[in-house]
């Protein structure tokens, strides 16, 4: 199983400012792909895709958005945080038939 | 539009079943690979189960494995998950997302629905 870390737990900015989120697999996910992907989590909704093969985004997110990285280690950058992005973000790997999550990170108003 | 609906959660004592569905509708439902994840109380995503458009195959991880089964019917356009001997941690919201047709992602996702396992 290819563990994902995610960091850090929780990253407390104001809009306006950038956000860096981090997610580390245990091994390589590249196979025929970056094979990751970013998830956007609001209270209470079902995660939205944001980033699929690491640095792609998803129909209809904004260009605020974005993700790189390869074999291990990955960043999903918020160039300015809008209100609406105030959100828990997971990163996905789907490099084998064993699909896991990173544990999360939260940004919240500081 | 892409439409995923689950439905058949509630509370069930530790050691019972319960069949959760997901009715998909927007898209030919038989040419797409469909998960199922959960999510605990306050905690993370969890990836549950995976079965090919065909049903020709499927994949668990170790926490699940044979307790939980995943099928589809595509003439009802319609996932399934059986949960057999629910244990306390198997206490979740539920969700199906559909894999991406281009590559291992999820794409949509349903609501959710709340499995509840407790005396």
């Known amino acids: 199983e290819i563990v994902l870390t995610q960091s850090p737990g929780t990253l407390s900015l104001s809009p306006g400012e950038r956000a860096t989120l981090s997610c580390r697999a245990s091994q390589s996910v590249n196979n025929n792909c970056n094979c990751l992907a970013w998830y956007q989590q609001k209270p209470g909704q079902a995660p939205r895709l944001l980033i699929y093969?690491?640095?792609s985004r998803a129909t209809g997110i904004p260009d605020r958005f974005s993700g790189s990285g390869s074999g291990t280690d990955f960043t999903l950058t918020i160039s300015r945080l809008e209100p609406e992005d105030f959100a828990v973000y997971y990163c996905?790997?789907?490099?084998?038939?064993?699909?896991?999550f990173g544990q999360g990170t939260k940004v919240e108003i500081k | 539009e892409v439409q995923l609906v689950e439905s058949g959660g509630g509370l069930v004592q530790p050691g019972g079943s319960l069949r959760l569905s997901c009715a998909a509708s927007g898209f030919t439902f038989s040419g797409y690979w469909m998960h199922w994840v959960r999510q605990a109380p306050g905690k993370g995503l969890v990836w549950v189960s995976r079965i090919s458009g065909d049903e020709s195959s499927t994949n668990y991880p170790d926490s699940v494995k044979g307790r939980f089964t995943i099928s589809r019917d595509n003439a009802k356009n319609t996932l399934y998950l059986q949960m057999n001997s629910l244990r306390g941690e198997d206490t979740a919201v539920y969700y199906c997302a559909r894999r991406s047709a281009s590559g291992g992602w999820f794409d949509y996702w349903g609501q959710g629905i709340l499995v509840t396992v407790s005396s």
């Open positions: 996905q790997q789907y490099a084998n038939s064993l699909w896991t």
């Open positions: 093969d690491a640095s």
